[in-house]
């Protein structure tokens, strides 16, 4: 089982839609959870920190649901600059002090005009 | 602005001809990480430094070696590559993991082998 899994898409959704990822992790010590958004061909840019009691960013709602091992995030209102891969991201050490994050492979939203 | 620096964007080299990648950052962070990105897949750690101390991830390939001179400085050396070298080698800075995790990267290189 991949330590971090995510549904690769793509999702194709119309301007205005809600749009919602999952991502499962196998780490139940982890810590840290984090979205990522990757353009095309570029670098990964920090979307949010995903904290245990939610939190949500404009349009943009992060959960985190210990007890099953998964996160998501809800995109309300999707606009066309939402198009890209969003990657979940996990810290797995139980102390918090894992020098490193394990990435998911991404999941593709394009918003279609 | 407080950045994440990649040089070149565009790496051209031959098959086994050596290639160095550089990274710089401004926001004088401990830790240095290289990952490598394949199409529609997750970046891969290769390995990291926190301020001097290298820390080599296991199926890292001796092919590939780092050097970090100073603090804003931090090149990737690829001894020999080979045609499954070809990726998106992407370097990336964090404060210091007991503050927080959060990562941020360059702009990355592209890497075509021929």
């Known amino acids: 089982r991949k330590e971090v899994e995510q549904d690769p898409g793509p999702f194709n959704v119309p301007e205005g839609a809600t749009v919602a990822f999952n991502c499962t992790y196998s780490n139940s010590a982890s810590q840290s959870f984090f979205w990522y958004r990757q353009d095309c061909r570029k670098e990964p840019k920090l979307l949010m920190s995903v904290y245990s009691s939610g939190n949500e960013d404009g349009r943009f709602t992060a959960q985190l649901n210990r007890a099953s091992q998964y996160i998501s995030l809800l995109i309300r209102d999707s606009k066309l600059s939402d198009s890209a891969t969003y990657l979940c991201v996990v810290n797995p050490s139980s102390s918090g002090s894992a020098r490193q994050l394990t990435f998911g492979s991404g999941t593709q939203l394009t918003v279609l005009p | 602005d407080a950045m994440v620096i990649q040089n070149p964007r565009y790496q051209v080299t031959q098959f086994g001809k050596p290639v160095t990648l550089s990274c710089s950052q401004t926001?004088?962070?401990?830790?240095m990480y290289w990952y490598q990105q394949k199409s529609s897949q997750a970046p891969k750690l290769l390995f990291h430094?926190?301020?001097?101390?290298?820390?080599n991830e296991a199926d890292t390939p001796d092919n590939f070696q780092s050097r970090r001179p100073n603090t804003s400085f931090c090149f990737l050396d690829i001894r020999s590559p080979g045609l499954g070298d070809a990726a998106m080698y992407l370097c990336?800075?964090?404060?210091?993991?007991?503050?927080?995790?959060?990562?941020?990267f360059g702009p990355g290189t592209r890497l075509t082998v021929t």
């Open positions: 926001l004088n962070h401990n830790v």
């Open positions: 430094y926190y301020d001097k101390d290298f820390n």
């Open positions: 990336a800075t964090s404060r210091d993991w007991r503050v927080s995790h959060e990562q941020y």
